[in-house]
C-alpha cells in the first residue's frame, strides 16, 4: 500500500453531505451568480503550513469534474433507507431523481463554457464532464494552482468557484485532486509459490501441537505448522503464514455449503490487468479449486490509462485480490469488475452511479479510501452519497474498506518523520449509506479449526536469541520493509452524523462510527494471489496479501451468497448487520494480545538471519484501537459465522 497520506482539512458546514437545496452552499453574489461555498477551498485549520501552493496549474492540464443539481425529497429518501425500505429502480427515479430540465441545464451551461459530457445522470443529479484547467478557471472564476499536502501532490483551488445561477448547479466536486483514493491492501511474505508446483499439495501439511517449536524457518502453510523460536513471546504462536488458499476462505466463512448459489458481485476499481482471467484459473489449477468461467467474468472497462499519481503498477495486485478472494467465496457467482480508469473522485463516483443505474449486481465492494473525511468538500462527500444511497434503497448492498492504517493518528504523515496524522476515518467507508469493513486476523488450523479469531491491530518485538528458552524479546518502534505491520481502519468520521441504527451501540462515539462488520485483514494470516508484477518484467507472481481490501470483497461476497439464498432485497446492509449482533450468526471478535506470529530477521539483501527474528503481536497496541466485546472500532459487531450468517441475513 501506498502510505500516501490524504488532505486534512476542517470541517465543512454539513454533516448529511446530501446537498438538499441550493442556499446550503450556495452564497448569491448579486449579478446572477453564486459561490458554491463547500466546493473549492482546501481549509487545514491547524495544520495551514503543511499546505503548500507551488503557483498556477498550467492551463492545458486536463480535469474531470462533476456539476451536481437539486435532488427532491432527500430528507424522506435517507429514512427510507435507514429502515430497510426497497424500491424498484424505475420508483427511486420518479421519487428522488434530478428533473431532466435540471441536468440539461447544467449540460447546456457545461458545454457553452467548453467542456465535454461524459455522462449525466437524473439518478445522482450529476453530470460529468471534462476540461482543461483554463476552461475551470475561466468558467468559475477562480485559479487552480498546483499543491501538495503531506505526500500528496495534485491541484487545488485558490478559492471557492463562483457560477452563473442559470446553470442551475449547486456544487462542483473534483475541484481538489489531494484527497486521491487508494488501494488498502498490505502485502505479507513472498512466499515465491510459482516454483513450488501445486498449492492444494503443499497444504497437505502434517499439524504441531498449537505453539509447538519445531525449529523450522518456513512460513507455515495453516497456524502452528511451523514456529522457529523456542523462546516464546505469547502462548499462541506461529511462524508468519505463507497464505491461504481458496479452499481455506470457504472453511474460515462457510461458504461451501451455498456455493452452489449464482449471485452476480460488483467491484469497482480502477485499472484493469487484461491476464486477469488467465492468472486467476491458473491459481485455481494449481490450489485443486474451481475454474472462474469466462462467461463469469465481465469487466467494463473506461478505457482510460491511469494515470502515475494513482499507482498503475500497484492496482494489479488490489485487482487480483479482489477477483480471487471474491471467487473463493463464491465460485458460481458472476463478477462484475468495474475499472473507473483513475483513483480521483469525479471518475470513480461516475463509475459507482453507472454500477448502481445498470442495477445487475446485488453488492459492490470498494477496496479503497482515503485517509479522513476531513479532506472532503461537501460536494465530494455528496458525490459519493448520492448513487450509495441510491444503492441502499434499491437493494444494492455496497461494502468499503475501513483503511489500513487504524485511526491514523500513529504514522508519521511527512517525510520527515515528525508530523502525525489526525484520528478519523475516510470515504467511501465514512459515509452512512455503505457498510464499514475492518479487519481480523485468522488462525486456521489444518483442521479447519480457527485457533485464532483477533481484531488486526499489529505490535513488533525484536528478537535477538530464537534458541534459547527466555528472554531476548524487546519493544521496537520501527518497521521493517519485510514485516506487515500496520492495522486495520477505525473511529468516527470528522462530518458525518450518526445513523439512527448505530445510535446507543457504538460506545462513546457521538458521529458516524468505522466499521460496521470484519473479515480477514491481518496480511501475517493473509491470503494467497497471483497477479501479473508489472515492476519485474510483467512475471505472474504468487503473493500473500492482507488488508481491508482482501475484508471487503469477502463480505461483499459473503452477503452476496445470503441474499441470493434467501431471496433477500436488502439494500444497506448494515443495520442488518447490527441487528444481528449478538446471535450466533455474528462471530464476536474479542481476542487482545494473546497471539502472535514469528518472522526471521533478513539483512539488506533479503538473506534471513539465524536466531534473530520479530515477533507481531496480534490485535495489539501501541496502536490505540483494540478489539472488544461487542462492537469496536476494529471489527465492528463481528465477522459473519458461516452457516448461521447464511441463514439469518434476509
Request: glycine letters at 10%; charged letters at 15%.
Amino acid at each position: 500500500m501506498n502510505r500516501r497520506r490524504i488532505a486534512t482539512v476542517t470541517l465543512v458546514a454539513t454533516t448529511a453531505a446530501m446537498l438538499p437545496a441550493a442556499a446550503s452552499i450556495a452564497a448569491d453574489t448579486g449579478g446572477g451568480s453564486s459561490v458554491l461555498v463547500g466546493s473549492g477551498r482546501v481549509f487545514t485549520g491547524p495544520t495551514q503550513s503543511k499546505l503548500l501552493r507551488h503557483g498556477d496549474a498550467s492551463g492545458s492540464t486536463a480535469m474531470s469534474l462533476s456539476l451536481l443539481v437539486p435532488l427532491p425529497g432527500q430528507a424522506q429518501a435517507q429514512a427510507l433507507a435507514a429502515k430497510g425500505v426497497v424500491l424498484t429502480p424505475a420508483e427511486y427515479t420518479r421519487r428522488f431523481g434530478a428533473s431532466q430540465a435540471a441536468v440539461d441545464k447544467a449540460s447546456a451551461w457545461a458545454k457553452a463554457n467548453g467542456y465535454r459530457v461524459t455522462y449525466v445522470s437524473r439518478d445522482s443529479g450529476q453530470v460529468f464532464v471534462t476540461g482543461t484547467v483554463a476552461k475551470v478557471n475561466r468558467s468559475l472564476s477562480l485559479r487552480m494552482q498546483r499543491a501538495s499536502l503531506d505526500a500528496v501532490s495534485g491541484l487545488a483551488p485558490n478559492t471557492d468557484p463562483t457560477i452563473a445561477n442559470s446553470s442551475g448547479v449547486i456544487a462542483v466536486a473534483g475541484l481538489s485532486t489531494l484527497s486521491q483514493k487508494e488501494p488498502l491492501n498490505a502485502r505479507g511474505l513472498n512466499t515465491s509459490r510459482a516454483a513450488r508446483g501445486a498449492l492444494k499439495s503443499s497444504h497437505a501439511v502434517t499439524p504441531k501441537a498449537n505453539g509447538a517449536t519445531d525449529g523450522s524457518a518456513e512460513c507455515a502453510f495453516y497456524w502452528g505448522d511451523h514456529l522457529y523460536p523456542k523462546a516464546k513471546k505469547y502462548g499462541v504462536m506461529s511462524n508468519g503464514l505463507c497464505g491461504y488458499i481458496p479452499q481455506d476462505l470457504q472453511k474460515i466463512y462457510g461458504s461451501a455449503g451455498v456455493a452452489a448459489q449464482k449471485p452476480t458481485l460488483g467491484i469497482l476499481l480502477w485499472g484493469n490487468d487484461k491476464t486477469m482471467l488467465a492468472q486467476t484459473n491458473a491459481y485455481m489449477k494449481d490450489a485443486g479449486f474451481p475454474q472462474l468461467a469466462a462467461a463469469n467474468y465481465k469487466v467494463f472497462s473506461s478505457g482510460q490509462k491511469v494515470p502515475a499519481q494513482c499507482d498503475p503498477t500497484g492496482v494489479n495486485v488490489e485487482q487480483a485480490l479482489d477477483v480471487q478472494s471474491t471467487h473463493a467465496i463464491a465460485p458460481n457467482a458472476t463478477i462484475h469488475y468495474y475499472d473507473a480508469g483513475s483513483c480521483l473522485d469525479a471518475p470513480l463516483t461516475a463509475t459507482l452511479q453507472k454500477m448502481v443505474t445498470a442495477h445487475q449486481v446485488s453488492t459492490i465492494s470498494m477496496s479503497f479510501g482515503s485517509g479522513s473525511d476531513r479532506g472532503e468538500t461537501a460536494a465530494s462527500k455528496a458525490a459519493w452519497d448520492r448513487p450509495l444511497l441510491q444503492a441502499s434503497l434499491t437493494g444494492i448492498s455496497t461494502f468499503a474498506s475501513s483503511g489500513d492504517n487504524g485511526n491514523n493518528t500513529t504514522l508519521p504523515v511527512s517525510d520527515d518523520g515528525k508530523v502525525q496524522g489526525y484520528a478519523g476515518v475516510g470515504l467511501p467507508a465514512s459515509s452512512n449509506y455503505t457498510t464499514a469493513v475492518g479487519g481480523t486476523a485468522i488462525g486456521l488450523t489444518s483442521k479447519g479449526v480457527q485457533t485464532v479469531a483477533a481484531g488486526w491491530e499489529n505490535r513488533v518485538f525484536r528478537q535477538t536469541n530464537t534458541n534459547t528458552t527466555s528472554s531476548g524479546i524487546s519493544d521496537v518502534t520501527f518497521t521493517a520493509p519485510f514485516l506487515p505491520i500496520k492495522g486495520a481502519g477505525g473511529g468516527q468520521s470528522a462530518s458525518y452524523a450518526q445513523p439512527s441504527w448505530q445510535k446507543g451501540k457504538v460506545g462513546g462515539y457521538t458521529r458516524r462510527a468505522v466499521p460496521d462488520v470484519s473479515a480477514l485483514a491481518d496480511p501475517a494470516t493473509g491470503y494467497t494471489i497471483r497477479f501479473t508484477d508489472m515492476t519485474n518484467g510483467n512475471e505472474p507472481t504468487y503473493l500473500s496479501v492482507g488488508g481491508t481490501s482482501l475484508a471487503s470483497p469477502i463480505v461483499a461476497a459473503t452477503v452476496g451468497l445470503a441474499k441470493k439464498k434467501n431471496n433477500s432485497k436488502v439494500g444497506l446492509a448494515a443495520p442488518v448487520f447490527y441487528r444481528l449482533a449478538g446471535t450466533s450468526a455474528i462471530k464476536d471478535i474479542n481476542y487482545p494480545n494473546k497471539a502472535g506470529a514469528f518472522y526471521n530477521a533478513r539483512n539488506d539483501a533479503g538473506q534471513i538471519v539465524p536466531r534473530q527474528g520479530y515477533v507481531v503481536g496480534l490485535d495489539a497496541k501501541p496502536e490505540n484501537l483494540v478489539s472488544a466485546a461487542h462492537w469496536d472500532n476494529v471489527t465492528g459487531v463481528g465477522t459473519p459465522n458461516g452457516a448461521a450468517f447464511f441463514a439469518a441475513f434476509k
